[in-house]
């Protein structure tokens, strides 16, 4: 790396640290343990679970490169009020010969918490060192069900508001929603009625609940 190069990589880190110490000025640039969490649109929860001899350092490199929570990190960027689904952190800190077994173990616990890991490995940099998928918490068929319904209901949604309108059915009329402000001032009472109650009912649905307005389990 030349000389020039060298300074502007030097350069970037130190801004993507002061973009974590805005996000969160008391994070530290010791040796611990990070936890990257996200619920997204679905509310599935994610984890990605690190080490570092630097905490902020590393947090830094993230934004820099294109492994799988780099991308991540960039396309869903960090949690704020406006950006509720973006991702969150908390860390420990630890000795650097303590990081190897309390990496482990959080994973292992944000495993068992139901969360998605975005982690390739089950942790630790030392001999101890397994794939992730021998500590992924086991989900039975309900699991299954109940994530393939809300993938297929964000897909309705975007397909919905992207290409489709709906009318209301009542018998043997059918109430249309309305086309510009002088249909909607010429509405009636009963179809304004309709309207709003159905479309509340489909919002929800989207969202995953019940017609009834209950939340699927």
């Known amino acids: ?101 309390y990496e482990r173990k959080f994973i292992r616990e944000y495993a068992e918490k139901g969360y998605q890991l975005r982690n390739k490995t089950a942790g630790g940099q030392d001999a101890g060192k397994s794939g992730i998928d021998e500590i992924k918490a086991s989900k039975g068929y309900h699991d299954g069900v ?21 009318a209301i059915k009542n018998d043997s009329e059918v109430y249309r929603k309305p086309k510009n402000k002088a249909e909607r001032e010429s509405a009636t009472p009963l179809y304004k009625e309709i309207y709003i109650k159905k479309l509340n009912e489909f919002e929800q649905l989207l969202k995953g609940g019940n017609l009834d307005g209950r939340e699927n389990n």
Not at 35 to 41: F, N
């Open 1 to 101: 790396m030349s000389c020039n190069n060298y300074w502007r990589a030097k350069l970037i880190l130190e801004d993507k640290k002061k973009r974590w110490l805005r996000f969160n000025p008391n994070i530290p640039d010791s040796s611990g343990i990070y936890i990257l969490t996200r619920v997204d649109e679905a509310g599935i929860k994610y984890a990605y679970i690190g080490q570092a001899k630097h905490i902020l350092t590393r947090l830094a490199q993230h934004l820099t490169q294109y492994q799988h929570i780099d991308l991540s990190l960039k396309k869903h960027k960090l949690y704020s009020e406006s950006n509720p689904y973006g991702w969150n952190l908390d860390w420990f800190m630890t000795l650097e010969e303590e990081m190897n077994d």
């Open 146 to 166: 109940a994530y393939g319904r809300q993938q297929m209901l964000k897909e309705v949604k975007e397909y919905f508001d992207k290409y489709l309108s709906f």
